[in-house]
């Protein structure tokens, strides 16, 4: 069985500094991806990123890097220069990749605060 | 087109009503799936769509009958609800290919109230 682990429930940071989110994940399988989604207070999952687990570089997508390590199983979200609009709930999450349509599995999240 | 649309967008419904939540992707997903959320908490898988073929269903009660008539659209049938469904819905959609990256699209959800 897969499992996500996000041991913050909340984070504070100061605008335009950069926040680490941690994830750490249990899974057997050996084809997986993990991703990132944030949820702001209107209710809407938006995907940041994503990480298969073969992929040897970390992922980036704009002012959002993933920290992949593998044999620590963990996926930490490094967000750089904070703005007050990512202030949000944030969801680590993963998906088995042997099959098409395995669901995600979430972590508990972790609220981020931006702060002027 | 990158976009799950979900309607209603709120809905508050009595615990004899019938209602249905709609979800709709014309992205060419074949997978689409059925979230609940509660207030603080992650989303909870309830159903997953396969090709238009219930492929998973976490034990949900029977009072959420789910329905895929094509493969844009995913429907969500509620009768006889209890106040402790009152959750966001979310909705979702993949592709269905093995050992690639398939990304879930959500819909902005539906806010249920159960009175």
């Known amino acids: 069985a897969q499992k996500i682990t996000q041991t913050q429930p909340g984070m504070f940071v100061q605008e335009k500094e950069a926040v680490t989110l941690d994830c750490t994940y249990d899974?057997?399988?050996?084809?997986?991806?993990l991703f990132w989604y944030k949820q702001p207070s209107s209710g809407e999952m938006i995907f940041l990123i994503y990480q298969g687990s073969y992929d040897e570089q970390n992922a980036t997508e704009g002012r959002y890097s993933l920290n992949f390590q593998k044999a620590r199983k963990s996926a930490n979200l490094v967000i750089s220069a904070s703005q007050l609009g990512d202030s949000a709930m944030y969801f680590c999450?993963?998906?088995?990749?042997?099959?098409?349509?395995?669901?995600?599995?979430f972590g508990k999240g972790t609220r981020l605060s931006v702060i002027a | 087109d990158t976009e799950v649309t979900q309607t209603p967008k709120h809905l508050v419904m009595g615990m004899t009503n019938k209602k249905s939540l709609k979800c709709e992707q014309h992205m060419g997903h074949r997978a689409m799936y059925w979230y609940k959320q509660k207030a603080k908490k992650p989303p909870e898988l309830m159903f997953v769509?396969?090709?238009?073929?219930?492929?998973i269903n976490e034990s949900v009660p029977s009072r959420f009958s789910p329905e895929c008539p094509n493969s844009s659209l995913l429907n969500l049938h509620l009768h006889a609800l209890q106040p402790e469904d009152s959750a966001l819905y979310l909705c979702?959609?993949?592709?269905?290919?093995?050992?690639?990256?398939?990304?879930?699209?959500f819909g902005p959800g539906t806010r249920l109230t159960v009175l």
């Open positions: 769509y396969s090709y238009e073929k219930l492929s």
């Open positions: 979702a959609s993949s592709g269905v290919l093995a050992g690639t990256y398939n990304e879930q699209f």
């Open positions: 899974t057997s399988d050996q084809s997986y991806g």
């Open positions: 999450a993963m998906r088995e990749e042997t099959s098409g349509n395995t669901p995600l599995v």
